[in-house]
């Protein structure tokens, strides 16, 4: 088993699931008492916010290449970003290391290409969903990527930061996100890509009429396929 390094901490409360899942994985495939060997990173993610608030990419990137470093010192054998809003700076913390760094967005990607879903809704931080740092991985694949209307941007902008990061759940956030998601629907989305790590703390496939792609699951099921060598 490979031993999987894990840049976590933005924020701990989805890098938690990345750790859950990754350990399910490996115990549904390899037995009731194996899990899995990883190294977790966990970085303070206020510093990283400020940076991301005001625009400082590149402070907020040399955190991220240190964590990726010390993990490769600790002898982790790729590094999975546990946030899809810090893939903003992804190539500089791929070039900081010479293990493998897998990229949440090709994990999105292939599902969706799998599942015959081209034309995707993409929910995530206004970083995510403004920006094409996701966006033109996604539409390298194949697929056509829809994002939320400015209005409705801000809103679920504002309730990542301000409720999901800091482990708030509510009714009426949960509403929110699916008027954006039947906004998408009838835009022409044939699923939602969760792009942001902490979003399917809140909506689940029952709370949604399209397909759930959620990045966090799928990331963390990418990190066990390298892992065990698939």
């Given at each position: ?37 990883l ?15 005001a ?22 054998e ?23 760094f ?9 599902a ?26 996604l ?7 829809l ?19 800091v ?58 396929a ?5």
């Amino acid at each position: 088993m490979r031993t999987i390094g894990l840049i976590g901490g933005m924020s701990w409360e989805s890098s938690a699931e990345y750790y859950r899942i990754i350990n399910q994985c490996v115990r549904d495939r390899l037995g009731p008492l194996r899990s899995a060997q990883l190294l977790m990173y966990s970085v303070d993610f206020g510093p990283v916010e400020q940076a991301q608030h005001a625009g400082r990419w590149d402070d907020a990137a040399l955190i991220l290449e240190a964590a990726a470093r010390r993990l490769q010192a600790g002898g982790a054998e790729c590094v999975v970003l546990c946030t899809n809003t810090m893939h903003l700076v992804a190539p500089r913390i791929e070039a900081a290391v010479s293990i493998p760094f897998l990229h949440i967005a090709n994990a999105a990607g292939a599902a969706a290409v799998q599942a015959g879903t081209l034309t995707v809704g993409l929910l995530g931080t206004a970083f995510t969903m403004e920006q094409d740092f996701l966006k033109a991985r996604l539409t390298a694949q194949g697929l056509t990527v829809l994002v939320p209307e400015a209005q409705e941007r801000q809103a679920v902008h504002r309730i990542i930061y301000e409720e999901l990061c800091v482990g708030v759940m509510s009714d009426a956030s949960r509403k929110v996100y699916q008027g954006v998601i039947q906004s998408l629907a009838a835009r022409g989305a044939q699923a939602i890509i969760l792009g942001c790590t902490e979003i399917s703390l809140l909506i689940k496939p029952e709370h949604s009429d399209l397909p759930l792609l959620d990045t966090t699951e799928l990331h963390a099921k990418a990190a066990v396929a390298f892992a065990l060598q698939d």
